[in-house]
């Protein structure tokens, strides 16, 4: 399912490697605000919707496909995974572009392996609202990052029996 030069397609990761991590970068109910066009350009990991309710089944007229990891890894033009992990780099092609959070400044094997495998990495750390001047102004992912702030703290707590 390689796209051509002018349509990429983007295969979304449903799992993660790091201890504890069960993010998805989009809701499957948010799907269907993707135009169609796009969305059929889009390969999901087999059990994207589970932890969410939603089935293969109910996913698939949403999306291009559904694909196994290896398979997805192998038909998609771009990787979108929120938290890689070295062995995540591994598996990809060289010359394959990864989106997710790869925090290249705090991961040394990441940052290794995607200069060996000459990789293309979209930070969303690095993703940030520019300004008419050339500077930068907010995160895109600000509200993210607040809400993350919160959620630990009452995670913490409830952790604590406060």
Known sequence: MTGSPNHLTLGVVSSSRKPDERRLPLHPLHLERIAPELRQR????????????????????????LASRDELVAKADVVLLPKP??????????????????????????????????????????????????????????????????CSVIHALALTGS
């Not at 889009?42 to 496909?65: C, K, N, T, W």
């Not at 750390?125 to 607040?146: I, P, Q, R, Y």
Request: charge should be negative.
């Open 42 to 65: 889009m390969i999901l990991e087999h059990g994207y919707g589970e932890r969410f309710g939603f089935s293969d089944a109910q996913l698939a007229p949403l999306v291009g496909s």
């Open 85 to 150: 992990q070295p062995q995540d780099l591994a598996e990809l092609r060289d010359g394959q572009v990864l989106w997710g959070w790869p925090h290249c400044v705090q991961d040394r094997a990441i940052t290794q392996l995607a200069i060996d495998k000459k990789l293309t990495l979209i930070a969303f750390e690095a993703m940030n609202h520019w300004a008419s001047d050339g500077g930068f102004g907010l995160h895109v992912f600000h509200k993210n990052n607040e809400l993350a702030g919160y």
